[in-house]
Nanobody
Framework: QMQLVESGGGLVQPGGSLRLSCASS????????IGWFRQAPGKEREGVSC????????NYTKSVKGRFTISRDTAKNTVYLQMNNLNPEDAAIYYC??????????????????WGQGTQVTVSS
């Protein structure tokens, strides 16, 4: 069975850092475009970042640029989201999912039905 599994969430103080992992089972992530999404209570799901399956081109939503970094470790079959300088507005359940690509660029607004179960990120002092 092909699955995505997130991990790495937790409680962090404002200004702190977390690294989320998205690991695959049953298939290799190499060649697939993967995105990170988040949903806070009462808010719509938001695309945070994505990485293309080819040359690893990345894309970020404006609010996380310069603070978050998405990367891929092909040997570990894992996509990471390094989150620095976290603030309370970043608190949400974070999900990874396979996304579609257009001309080699990952597209956060075009998501497949392959999702992980989510990992909770809480930012609080």
């Amino acid at each position: 069975q092909m699955q995505l599994v997130e991990s790495g969430g937790g409680l962090v103080q404002p200004g702190g850092s977390l690294r989320l992992s998205c690991a695959s089972s049953g298939f290799t992530l190499d060649g697939f475009a993967i995105g990170w999404f988040r949903q806070a209570p009462g808010k719509e799901r938001e695309g945070v970042s994505c990485i293309s399956g080819g040359d690893g081109t990345t894309n970020y939503t404006k609010s996380v640029k310069g603070r978050f970094t998405i990367s891929r470790d092909t040997a570990k079959n894992t996509v990471y989201l390094q989150m620095n300088n976290l603030n309370p507005e970043d608190a949400a359940i974070y999900y990874c999912a396979e996304v579609h690509s257009l001309y080699g660029m990952c597209v956060m607004t075009s998501v497949t039905d392959r999702w992980g179960q989510g990992t909770q990120v809480t930012v609080s002092s």
